[in-house]
């Protein structure tokens, strides 16, 4: 379990965070506003949470709850890879170095947080089954709620942070 957090909680949040909005690395310096760093962002997170679902996808024959499982975490990636696609232009364009690592940081964490949520819940239904007595029986469902929650939360973080994006009219 130990092993597992530390993967997935920590190093997998710290590459994917990086890595996911790789279009706006690479072309930042056409990008003219950390809205448009946003928006493609936004676009890159949707990219890799479609090839992430269809790799999971290949284990499941139920498409429908293979989705609704599966849209917490392209929220996820969505919100997460807008947000440092704004903070990489803003970097570059401004030279807000500080605003980009402190925006890496909030989204490896939060990226962190959902997976650990998820271990969790993964490992407590399995708990159940297999080990009658132990500390994560019967915590599968806060550990679903929690996960929807941290859901919700994602999706108001997106949609303020494209208010905010907007022009001042």
């Known amino acids: 379990l130990a092993i597992s957090f530390l993967f997935f909680s920590v190093m997998l949040p710290m590459l994917e965070e990086l890595v996911k909005p790789l279009a706006v690395w690479l072309f930042g310096n056409q ?3 950390p809205a448009q760093g946003f928006a493609l962002g936004a676009l890159c997170g949707a990219s890799f949470a479609l090839l992430e679902t269809f790799g999971v996808s290949a284990q499941s024959e139920d498409w429908t709850t293979l989705l609704l499982t599966r849209l917490g975490t392209d929220i996820l990636h969505v919100t997460t890879a807008a947000l440092m696609g704004a903070a990489i232009v803003y970097a570059i364009r401004e ?10 940081l909030l989204c490896v964490s939060l990226h962190g947080l959902w997976n650990g949520l998820a271990i969790l819940f993964t490992f407590s239904g399995l708990a159940e089954m297999y080990l009658p007595k132990n500390l994560l029986n ?3 469902t ?11 939360l994602l999706l108001a973080l997106l949609v303020l942070s494209n208010r905010r994006m907007r022009p001042k009219q």
Do not use: W
């Open 142 to 152: 806060p550990f679903a709620i929690a996960l929807g929650v941290l859901a919700i």
């Open 95 to 104: 030279h807000r170095y500080l605003r980009l690592l402190g925006i890496y």
């Open 31 to 33: 990008i003219n506003t």
């Open 138 to 140: 019967g915590l599968d």
